[in-house]
Every structure is written in structure tokens, then in C-alpha cells.
């Protein structure tokens, strides 16, 4: 197969033609020579052929489990919500619940409109940051939760004026729901992974949240659409090896969490919030040093989420203590906010630094808003480039969709410095090259004779397409 077109290959020159044997590329080179030198060959045309698209922090299982649910992103009215739940509700057996997410209201509403919306299901809808819930009165029957039920620690059960829970739970008491939902499975990774596929991806980074089993289960089938490359929650790498099962699956690394996110005000800071806090801390150093040594020891990588400035002050020590066992690179998640004093010690490290940095066209507002005169910290592309360290870029999905242009638009027209803006080829790169070399593996993400014949297709700057193992899907 001759492919034509602009071909950014990120080994050496731009080229016109691309020639895939199997599931290699075989030649790359101008269009007159590469049409001379196989004539009899199938050939395709395209505005523009790069190496495969990775998205390189993603919770595929939970995305699959997003895209059954019902999307109500942009909707700020209780009323709107209600009729998108009353339609869904139609074709649904009675007694299955109903999901949905993306809403912001400016008020908690109270279960009403729910249960004349669906009557007969359950509802669990969640707020745009995923930090409260709204619920109808099936679903708090199903929940056991009544006027006797204590907020549990963390969370809180919104009552009317006689103590009778409303159906509005805030952060933890979503838990009490949660736990009575269907949990997702298989079918959820696989809906999630073929989507990611669809949308012109050839490999994707998972990031906990997803018990590995699933993985190996649906590698066992040679049904991977995608290279998968796993990071196992920490809770659970003892029980397992390090390593390829199939072709397409690696169970890689190892996930800590050393903050939790800006949104909630518990990413861990060096300057305090507003309200004189610091967030919170999750997996302390020390756990991440110790476990993290030894999950090093038994040959997996570690991939540690940094968020705020004293989170990302603490890993990088880490980093520098653990760096002579690191046998793979190493992965600092989010890296949002950072020090300038810290900037110098990325350097020399064996780290790779994986970045979403649609998250600014979100959390702009809120780094104004709880960071106050920090602005110049936060979401750092530029400063983190010049480290030299391979950046990697991915979406975070389901908080946020997996889009490529969403990273294009936020990083080439920084929100907040755009002084820290990158280029649209320092972009791509970051998706493909950067983070082939953020998951270890050197011969994916660049277009050159040898490579896997893994590529994205793209017309008017987005993808239409892919060559995934030599086979070509246009959607
Ligand atoms: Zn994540």
C-alpha cells in the first residue's frame, strides 16, 4: 500500500509517500520516486499522514462506560436535564438505571423533576466535575439511603427543611450510590478502546481504575484495537508480572497518586489556597519511594499523578532518589503546577512528563480563582519542553474528551501565558513520538523504514482515519 500526502515523520525530513509492507513501513521518500519504485501498488491520498496518534493518559473503561450514558455537557437547567433523562427513559426496561454527566447547575435541585422524568428507573447523574450527584428517589431506595442515614465522612446528603434527604449528594456521598451501581466491564473497556480506535488512535496509555484481568482477557482474544500500554493501581501490581501478554498489551507501570486535583482545591501546594489550605496529600513520598523501589525491583515502570507545586516538588525528589533502579522511564502525571525553582531538577532525569493540557480550557478559571497570583505556575508547556524530557500528550478521558484538537487549541493558544504556548508539530509530536517514548517503546511514533505500520490519516487538520498493523480503516 502507497500512501501520498504530507508525511511528518519525526525521523529526518518531511516526505510525500509512504509504502507499507505487512505491518512495516518498507519506504518513505518523494511521490516520483516511490510511485516509480512500486508501480503495481494500491494507492491512497491524503492532506496528511503522521505516525499513529497515542493518547497517552486515559481511563478507556470508564470513557466506554461514558459513552452509554447519557452526555449532558453544556446543560445548566434541572428542566433540560429532566426531559434528556424522560427520553432516555423510553426505550430503557423499567428498572435499569440511567447515567448520565457533564451538567452545572448554580443550585442543587431537588429529586422532583427526576422522578416525574423517570418514574420507573433509577437516575445517578453527575455534576461536570464529577463532585456531586444528582439522584431520584428509586435510586436512593435502591441506595438504602433515608432520613436516618448519617453523612458519611467526606460527603454530605443535601435535606429539606425536615431532614428528608433531597436526592443531591455532595463528593463522598456519592459513594452511597455508586456502590449499588452495575460496575463496569469488559464490554465498557472494549466500547471504550474501539472508540479511541475510531478516532484515528493506534495506542493508548491506561491509567488505573480497571482491574488488569479485563486486559489480559480481551488480549487473549486478539480483539485489541489499539496498543495498550497499562499501569496497574498499586493496590494490585504484587499480585502480577511485568510484561507483553499478546502482541499489544503491556502491563507496564505502576500508578501513585501523590495529590488529588485543583478543581476540588486538594492538589497539594506549596503556597496556600485562598481559604489557607494546602490540599491534600494522598500517597505520601515515602509510600511512593518504598513501594515504588521495590515495583521498580520486579521491572515495572512507575507513572506518580503531580499536580500542584508541593506534589510535584516531593515526586521529583523521589525521582532523583529512585533514578539509579529505574530500568524504564519514569512518568510524572499532570505535572500542572510548578516552581521555577524546581524547573532545573527535571533535567538528566530518566522521566518522561505526561500532560493534558485541554485541562487549561477548564481550569484556567479556577487557577485565577484559587491560585491567585500563581498564575505563571500553572500548565508550564513551554518551560517543560525546554527541560528536553519527552512530553506526552493525552485527554484524561472521561473528564475530558478524547480530541486531539482540544490539546491543539489549548496548547498552541495558552490560555493563561501564552508565552508557554507550543507549536502545532510540538503538539503532534508530543502525541506520537513523545509518548511512544514515554511508554518505552523507541520504534513506535516516528514514520521510517522498520517502524510499525501504525499511522493517522487526516483531511481539513483532523483525523479521518488510520493504518493500524498494516490495515487501513477510514471512518
Ligand atoms: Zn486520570
Not at 437547567?77 to 448520565?100: H, K, N
Not at 505520601?284 to 523501589?293: N, Y
Not at 508539530?425 to 517503546?441: F, K, P, Q, S
Request: hydrophobic share 40%.
Amino acid at each position: 500500500m502507497l500512501l501520498l500526502g504530507r508525511v511528518i515523520t519525526f525521523c529526518g525530513d518531511p516526505a510525500e509517500a509512504v509504502y507499507l509492507e505487512g505491518d512495516r513501513i518498507a519506504d518513505v521518500g518523494s511521490q516520483n520516486d516511490l510511485c516509480a519504485r512500486y508501480p503495481g501498488a494500491r494507492r491512497l491520498q491524503f492532506e496528511q499522514i503522521t505516525p499513529g496518534l497515542h493518547e497517552a493518559h486515559a481511563h478507556p473503561q470508564l470513557w466506554g462506560l461514558q459513552l452509554d450514558s447519557l452526555d449532558l455537557e453544556g446543560l445548566t437547567e434541572p428542566l433540560a436535564v429532566a426531559q434528556r433523562v424522560a427520553e432516555r427513559a423510553q426505550g430503557l426496561p423499567p428498572g435499569s438505571w440511567i447515567r448520565g454527566a457533564g451538567y452545572l447547575f448554580k443550585a442543587y435541585p431537588d429529586r422532583s423533576l427526576l422522578d416525574r422524568a423517570a418514574p420507573l428507573h433509577p437516575v445517578f447523574l453527575q455534576s461536570r466535575d464529577r463532585h456531586s450527584a444528582w439522584v431520584n428517589t428509586r435510586a436512593l431506595e435502591q441506595a438504602g439511603i433515608g432520613r436516618e442515614t448519617p453523612d458519611p465522612p467526606g460527603g454530605v446528603l443535601v435535606r429539606d427543611g425536615a431532614g428528608e434527604p433531597t436526592g443531591y449528594l455532595l463528593e463522598n456521598a456519592q459513594k452511597l450510590v455508586q456502590r449499588v451501581l452495575p460496575p463496569p466491564g469488559l464490554v465498557e473497556l472494549e466500547r471504550g478502546l474501539q472508540d479511541l480506535a475510531r478516532r484515528g488512535y493506534t495506542a493508548v496509555h491506561h491509567m488505573g481504575w480497571c482491574h488488569y484481568g479485563l486486559a489480559e482477557r480481551l488480549a487473549a482474544t486478539g480483539r485489541l484495537p489499539v496498543w495498550l500500554w497499562w499501569a496497574l493501581d498499586k493496590d494490585h501490581w504484587r499480585e502480577t508480572r511485568p510484561g507483553w501478554r499478546g502482541d499489544r498489551l503491556e502491563i507496564a507501570a505502576v500508578k501513585f497518586f501523590a495529590d488529588g486535583a485543583l478543581g476540588s482545591r486538594t492538589a497539594w501546594m506549596v503556597e496556600p489556597y485562598p481559604d489557607g489550605s494546602h490540599g491534600l496529600v494522598l500517597d505520601p513520598p515515602e509510600l511512593i519511594e518504598s513501594e515504588g523501589r521495590a515495583a521498580l525491583q520486579a521491572g515495572f515502570g512507575l507513572a506518580v499523578h503531580a499536580i500542584g507545586t508541593r506534589a510535584v516538588r516531593e515526586v521529583l525528589g523521589v525521582f532523583h532518589r529512585l533514578a539509579p533502579h529505574a530500568r524504564r522511564v519514569l512518568r510524572m502525571e499532570h505535572v500542572q503546577h510548578v516552581q521555577d525553582e524546581d524547573l532545573p531538577r527535571f533535567r538528566g532525569l530518566p522521566l518522561a512528563l505526561s500532560l493534558q493540557p485541554m485541562h487549561l480550557l477548564g481550569d484556567a478559571e479556577l487557577v485565577r480563582h484559587h491560585l491567585r497570583g500563581q498564575e505563571r505556575q500553572a500548565f508550564r508547556l513551554r518551560d517543560l519542553w525546554s527541560t528536553g524530557l519527552p512530553l506526552a500528550f493525552g485527554s484524561d478521558a472521561p473528564v475530558m474528551k478524547p480530541l486531539f484538537a482540544l490539546n491543539l487549541q489549548a496548547a498552541t493558544q495558552h490560555p493563561l501565558d501564552p508565552a508557554q504556548s507550543l507549536t502545532p508539530l510540538e503538539v503532534l509530536w508530543a502525541h506520537t513520538r513523545g509518548a511512544a517514548l514515554a511508554a518505552g517503546w523507541a520504534e513506535q511514533g516516528q514514520i521510517c523504514p522498520g517502524a510499525p505500520a501504525d499511522l493517522t490519516l487526516w483531511e481539513g487538520g483532523r483525523p479521518v482515519g488510520r493504518v493500524f498493523g498494516g490495515v487501513l480503516e477510514v471512518s
